[in-house]
């Protein structure tokens, strides 16, 4: 007798019609043969999906160059389709479950012929975990194969635990042919499931990272009375030992690789990774936040990573394990065989092809690097992960950041009064858009929670769910809001960022033991600057100040902007939101 899974496999083959199918076994043996064949036999147009790199500098690395088309998440082909509109709230594109899947049924009709369909059996989260997830994906090209092995625990024995059971997370995807009128990322939360045709790239392809772990974990979340966030995981030791676990919300592209493994610059503190982009978290029987990362691996931003910003990172890059490393759309040195992006060390090389494939002239103007080109490496490489990334239980947390990108208006650090203040510090958040997908750059938009893109429900239903769990927390972490992009009169960032942001933790983790006060503003707590470790730092006084200033004509600007969003959910915004707001703003006059 067929299992459930079986059936669901064979009915999608029916449909999608390849030439055979593979049931993948995440085997070390099983990747080499998969980047062969993606380096021989499967292609992209006319170009293999795979490259070797320079195996000496960067040994087990492998360079893709996606369709030119397929470059970022598509947020308005993302649907999430409850079967009602409401349920998936002002913040989601929605269609009706029967609708999509008999617009989905016709493109994927036939969409696998003459290709391979690779069945990946994987873990979102530590098997051992009683918060672990088992899940299936489907896809017909081998460099999404090769990714979910790197950024989950993909091994044969999920299919064991699965068994007869019908209870697993089911996604189909396949790249179709690119064409991104054909393109969409559809979600049925009910029903665990993921359909993705049309692209190869990250969050749209890897349905285990954003589709699974956020978008329908977060309405599993809702259901079951947990929170699966858009956060990085970090220990933070001090100079005595001891060790705080804190998580930090922040959009794409906005800085939480680059702190999950920052490398202290303050002696005696130092950075342990546990997640650079997703946090389930769960309410403990002691009354504490805990914290697992569903994933195993990096999907980074490449431009801009060096030793210098993330020498973690770059030492993470280099390491090669029986877990390859792949970068997209990175630039190619021709010379070396290597990687190469905008802000990587070293001087320009002579001859660089851009991430098209294509001879680069600098005098062109445009950068060799695709903006959103990106590495994918496994945790297990990261030199400074930490000893509790296996623990099945997690990690306590003890602070949580919330963060955007904003040239104006937001200070370096704001610390949220108390649980429902917290939260409401989190549904206000602004950050200016990034290249992490498709749309105009640089433009400022509500995004509570660095969750806009990923919330799977109605977003007012999950504000009042993040108020409920406080509820039930007897040790809620202290909330906090955090802005390393604040800029001068001429553009330039205040604050140096980067390894220098311990500074902040540090305050952060000093406020959490209680070791110093704090001063009250109309949005919350912020550092008596003497509080702030500036030892060492070139800053400014005046810089400094400008940091932390707090305009009241331009929060005037910003509660109007909030306002508009919160209005948005009409009747649906839990009243304390609205209680919270309307105390900012009096706290204004
Ligand atoms: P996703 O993977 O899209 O979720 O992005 P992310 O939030 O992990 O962002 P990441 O750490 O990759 O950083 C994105 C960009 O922000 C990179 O170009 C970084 O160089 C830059 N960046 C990160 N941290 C800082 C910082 O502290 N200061 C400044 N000025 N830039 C930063
Ligand atoms: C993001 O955009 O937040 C990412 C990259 O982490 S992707 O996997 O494409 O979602
Ligand atoms: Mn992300």
């Not at 359909?195 to 749209?204: L, T």
């Not at 389930?280 to 805990?290: A, K, S, T």
């Not at 604050?495 to 503003?521: H, M, Q, S, Y």
């Amino acid at each position: 007798m067929a299992t459930p899974l079986q059936k669901w496999v064979e009915e999608q083959a029916k449909l999608t019609k390849p030439d055979k199918i593979w049931w993948c076994d995440g085997s070390e043996e099983e990747a080499r043969r998969l980047i062969e064949i993606g380096m021989k036999e499967e292609k992209i147009g006319s170009s293999p999906v795979f490259y070797g790199l320079n195996q000496k500098t960067f040994p087990n690395s492998y360079l893709h160059r996606s369709h030119p088309t397929d470059v970022a998440r598509t947020e308005h082909l993302t649907f999430v389709c409850h079967p009602d509109k409401e349920t998936a709230g002002p913040n989601n594109n929605w269609m009706d479950p029967a609708e999509a899947k008999e617009r989905m049924r016709k493109l994927s009709d036939g969409c696998m012929r003459g290709k391979t369909m690779y069945v990946l059996p994987y873990m979102m989260g530590h098997p051992r975990s009683p918060y672990a997830k088992a899940c299936i994906q489907i896809t017909d090209i081998s460099y999404v194969a090769i990714s979910m092995r790197i950024m989950t625990r993909m091994t044969k024995s999920v299919i064991d635990k699965i068994g007869d059971s019908d209870d697993f997370v089911k996604g189909l995807h396949s790249i179709g042919d690119f064409d991104p009128n054909k393109r969409f990322i559809m979600h049925f939360p009910d029903e665990h499931f993921v359909w993705s045709i049309g692209s190869g790239y990250g969050g749209n392809a890897l349905l285990g990272k954003k589709c699974f772990s956020l978008r329908i974990a977060s309405w599993l979340g809702l259901k079951e009375g947990w929170l699966a966030e858009h956060m990085v995981i970090m220990g933070i030791e001090d100079p005595k030992g001891n060790v705080t676990y804190i998580t930090a919300a922040l959009p794409s592209a906005c800085g939480k690789t680059n702190l999950a493994m920052l490398e202290s610059a303050l002696p005696g503190y130092k950075v342990w990774t546990l997640g650079d982009d997703i946090a389930w978290l769960n309410v403990g029987p002691d009354g504490r936040l805990w914290a697992i990362n569903p994933e195993s691996g990096f999907f980074g931003v490449a431009p801009g990573t060096s030793m210098k910003t993330n020498p973690n990172m770059m030492r993470t890059l280099k390491k090669g394990t029986f877990y390859p490393t792949l970068f997209t759309n990175t630039a190619l040195n021709v010379d070396t065989k290597e990687p190469w992006w905008e802000g990587i060390d070293g001087g320009l090389p002579k001859n660089l092809l851009d991430w098209q494939g294509d001879p680069w002239n600098s005098a062109s103007g445009n950068r060799a690097a695709h903006p959103n080109s990106r590495f994918t490496a496994s945790l297990y490489q990261c030199p400074v992960l930490s000893p509790e990334f296996d623990n099945p239980k997690g990690v306590p947390i003890s602070a949580i950041m919330f963060g955007g990108k904003r040239m104006h208006v937001k200070p370096l650090v704001v610390e949220g009064l108390d649980w429902p203040n917290g939260v409401f510090l989190g549904s206000r958040m602004g950050s200016e858009t990034t290249a992490a997908a498709m749309h105009k750059e640089g433009v400022v938009r509500r995004d509570p929670m660095a969750m806009l893109p990923f919330c799977g429900y109605n977003m007012a239903d999950y504000f009042r769910h993040w108020l409920n769990i406080g509820k039930q927390l007897t040790h809620p972490p202290k909330i906090f809001s955090i802005n390393w992009f604040r800029t001068d009169d001429n553009g330039a960032f205040l604050w140096p960022g980067f390894g220098e942001n311990i500074r902040v933790l540090k305050w952060i983790i000093d406020r959490v033991n209680n070791k110093v006060d704090a001063k009250e503003t109309p949005i919350g707590l912020v550092p008596d600057l003497k509080d702030l470790d500036t030892h060492g730092l070139n800053i400014p006084q005046k810089n400094l100040e400008k940091l932390f200033e707090i305009n009241s004509e331009e929060w005037r600007k910003e509660s109007e902007d909030i306002e508009i969003f919160l209005k948005n959910f009409g009747d649906r915004m839990p009243k304390e939101i609205w209680q919270e707001f309307e105390k900012m703003k009096k706290r204004f006059l």
